[in-house]
């Protein structure tokens, strides 16, 4: 049973344009929610997160929304630059449980095209 | 940020022997590491957390006598893969936290290949 769902596999787009990379969950035990970014042959980064007590989440050109009631989120990135080319992983945590715990989607490929 | 390396980054092995991989905390002490499996255009499947001086705790799925996990150091935890198989072929990536800190900071991953 996947509880984080990223059902977009994969996401083209022009240089400077927007991205917008979603991802549903079905636990609402879930309060904290993180989107890494994975190039090839290395490990996940972080890239932002967001609290469920807040409805979005910004850092620089990455935006984080959060919408609770459809079990929904999606990150932003404007503008894209090709260097964002990679892999997103929306990954969310339990309230109450470990740290540490996360549940990951599939991931997105993102490619931003010059 | 914080640094957590993982070696090998590749290794290729025959059917039945014994891989070891490595995960080291390079700046800072990890009292639990974890362990995550990644078929291709799947997701990382937690395996196991292994704790500092304790035994692992294994999630559910995951043979503990297959994927042996040592946690000896603050620093360092290893996932031995005994009599591995082709079906064991997968990339498998440590992560650990750092304090309270739930921003996990992940090795470079390990590409495992069984023949």
């Known amino acids: 049973d996947q509880q984080v769902k990223q059902n977009s596999p994969s996401l083209s787009v022009q240089e400077g344009r927007i991205s917008i990379l979603n991802c549903d969950y079905t636990?609402?035990?879930?309060?904290?929610f993180l989107w890494y970014k994975k190039y090839p042959a290395e490990g996940p980064t972080f890239l932002i997160s967001?609290?469920?007590?807040?409805d979005k989440n910004e850092d620089g050109r990455f935006t984080v929304f959060l919408n609770k009631s459809a079990k929904h989120l999606s990150l932003h990135i404007v503008p894209s630059q090709p260097g964002d080319s990679a892999v997103y992983f929306c990954?969310?945590?339990?309230?109450?449980?470990?740290?540490?715990?996360?549940?990951f989607g599939k991931g997105t490929l993102l490619t931003v095209n010059p | 940020g914080a640094v957590v390396s993982q070696h090998p980054s590749r290794v290729i092995c025959k059917s039945g022997t014994s891989v070891k991989i490595e995960c080291r905390s390079l700046?800072?002490?990890?009292?639990?590491m974890f362990w995550y499996r990644q078929f291709p255009k799947q997701s990382l499947m937690l395996m196991a957390t292994?704790?500092?001086?304790?035994?692992?705790?294994?999630e559910q799925g995951v043979e503990k006598d297959k994927f042996l996990i040592n946690h000896a150091s603050l620093t360092l935890s290893t996932l031995t893969v005994t009599s591995a198989h082709p079906e064991d072929s997968s990339f498998y990536i440590c992560?650990?936290?750092?304090?309270?800190?739930?921003?996990?900071?992940f090795g470079s991953g390990t590409q495992l290949s069984v023949l």
């Open positions: 636990n609402s035990m879930f309060d904290y």
């Open positions: 700046d800072f002490q990890a009292t639990t």
């Open positions: 990954a969310a945590r339990r309230s109450g449980g470990s740290n540490y715990k996360l549940t």
């Open positions: 292994s704790n500092e001086g304790s035994k692992a705790t294994y």
């Open positions: 992560s650990a936290g750092q304090g309270a800190n739930e921003k996990l900071f």
């Open positions: 967001i609290s469920s007590i807040k």
